[in-house]
């Protein structure tokens, strides 16, 4: 298995980047070769601190980086030498089976769907999240890269989703919602309203709307909605639950008796931050792309990238993208052979 | 001052209610009148249980209750003698200043609309609902009425977020922002980017767009959405917060010594549950309909009835409605001078 690493787009800069990878190598055997892009000098710098001498691993100089700043329209035409550009590079010549990067969302993204297109019947990439909940896992997508959605679209991450949540979370019939303002089946925008009756039709285990109230309540695994909602709900939650921290800690220290109480407790508080850590998955895969493509978070240290990577290769090695493109042709299929349905009962 | 409570929409029955009743009674002598909307026979049952005589109660009998299960539009053709109907006709005929109900939302709404009419220069009524943070508390609006927004609908949710943060919240220039997927100026859906363009011209301390990452980090104050965002960032608040509760719960009853810590620091948890009590508000007013009206949580018990009560009265005493016509005014004026400068411009 091979594997593209963007490693100049994080805050912390290529070197916990490159300690990251260093662990993910010594932990699998099954990658066979490691690409790190971006500038020579300091990946040679970065490899030598973390005294990583791999024969896996292989530099790809780029000269240019995409920050946070770029327009990522911009950045397509004007940094064809950026690092995330040549990572993608690789995976669209055959050469790696997935690329990771922790750069700006919207340049991965455009990069990514203008290099290696998305999977046979799928219109748009769809970014999924791994949200923790008391009782299970859910995957919230579309989290941020597809703003104006239309109703197909969220059909399409349905199936997606679905895929993902069997393949790399392990639930064997994942119950697939539709996020609205109510869950009952006339509930919704316009654009829910249609794709409701899309979900309907086909070959999951779809549980109708679901509404916020139903997320951290083991009532979903897979959550669809347009982007521009998604990323709301995911960045609503990172802000809740820092908040909720914060109240807590605030309280805990107010007095020596809570104190002591929070002293003899920190390990269950230890136990909540470890369960709503983001690096546990350490990135949230692009969906529906003719390739493996994995974002960090930007402030993704070691462990966080290790986590990726492993999650990268579970990915390659489960054959989502084959998988995906299998229940897509099936979804649509179904979809097909309904509206005849429909045509003919109307001719009839 | 008169109120109008319509005390058969929850789900504990409507003694909480008059529990609720009584206890505003005593805390609030400039409270003149308060009709208890609802089956006579159960009220005055509920009255003796209470033991509240009080010569300000009046009872205004109506035959039917809208449930959960009514659909808002068939109510409104086949319950006219429902309690919410009574309770807002008292508010139409004059005899009332306000009403409070615990009853389905999109019933009271649509009943609201219909018999009060939306304020001169408002185009929908919207749901405000107070959110506690660490530092602040914001309003989240519009958190469920409209669903289908239009730009000028939150440019209007502005203008009265803006107003209430000030007038009932007392934050004296109210930060206001409307929710988008970045910060940035050019970041947003169809409907976000053209409302932005709008609240830049008006006279308010508008800070631009905000992120689901701004809400719990006081940077803003009020949040500004359509309906169907709103209402799945409330329950998505809602339902995490209990998640987290739940996993804090069963991490600190894991071993002995956690308990101890637990059993040490429970004042701390207390004040945080009390800190984000939705009873603390009792409820969420209807923003923008000529009269005061407020949705109150159908599972409210007495103190949340108090307060919403104590809320509602803090409206009417505050003129809520003259200031939000007013502003809405200044708004609209504001907007129309910018438009004739635009084509002034273009002709010159």
Do not use: W
Not at 7 to 25: P, S, T, Y
Not at 34 to 60: H, T
Not at 76 to 81: A, E, G, S, T, V
């Amino acid at each position: 298995m091979r594997i593209a690493v963007d490693v100049m787009g994080g805050d912390h800069g290529c070197g916990v980047v490159i300690e990251g990878v260093k662990r993910a190598l010594e932990a699998d055997d099954k990658i066979t070769a490691l690409y790190l892009s971006g500038k020579q000098e300091e990946i040679q710098d970065a490899l030598q601190k973390a005294q990583l001498s791999d024969s896996r691993v292989q530099i790809v100089h780029a000269s240019e980086v995409m920050t946070m700043e770029d327009k990522p329209t911009v950045a397509l035409r004007k940094k064809k030498d950026s690092s995330i550009a040549r990572a993608i590079d690789l995976v669209e010549q055959g050469k790696a089976d997935a690329v990771i990067s922790l750069g700006n969302t919207g340049g991965i993204l455009t990069f990514a769907t203008f290099k290696l297109r998305t999977l046979p019947g799928v219109d748009r990439a769809g970014i999924a999240t791994v949200i923790p909940a008391p009782d299970n896992e859910f995957v919230l997508l579309d989290s941020g890269a597809n703003i104006e959605c239309k109703p197909l679209h969220l059909l399409q991450y349905a199936v997606m989703g679905s895929v993902y949540s069997r393949e790399i979370l392990g639930y064997k019939k994942p119950r697939v919602g539709l996020l609205s303002v109510g869950t009952e089946d006339g509930k919704g925008n316009e654009l829910t309203l249609e794709a409701f009756k899309l979900c309907k039709q086909i070959d999951i285990n779809f549980v109708g709307n679901v509404e916020g109230h139903d997320l951290f309540a083991n009532h979903v695994d897979v959550v669809i909605c347009d982007g521009f909602v998604g990323n709301i709900v995911l960045k609503t939650c990172e802000s809740l639950a820092m908040g909720m921290f914060e109240m807590l800690k605030r309280e805990l220290i107010r007095n020596p008796k809570r104190q002591l109480g929070a002293y003899l407790a920190q390990n269950a508080f230890r136990a909540i931050k470890r369960r709503m850590d983001p690096e546990i998955y350490g990135g949230a895969p692009l969906l529906g792309l003719n390739g493996i493509v994995m974002k960090s978070h930007g402030s993704a240290k070691e462990r966080s990238i290790m986590n990726a990577i492993r999650i990268t290769t579970e990915s390659v090695h489960n054959q989502i993208n084959q998988t995906i493109c299998t229940e897509i042709q099936r979804a649509n299929e179904r979809l097909a052979a309904t509206k005849s349905d429909v045509i003919s009962s109307a001719q009839a």
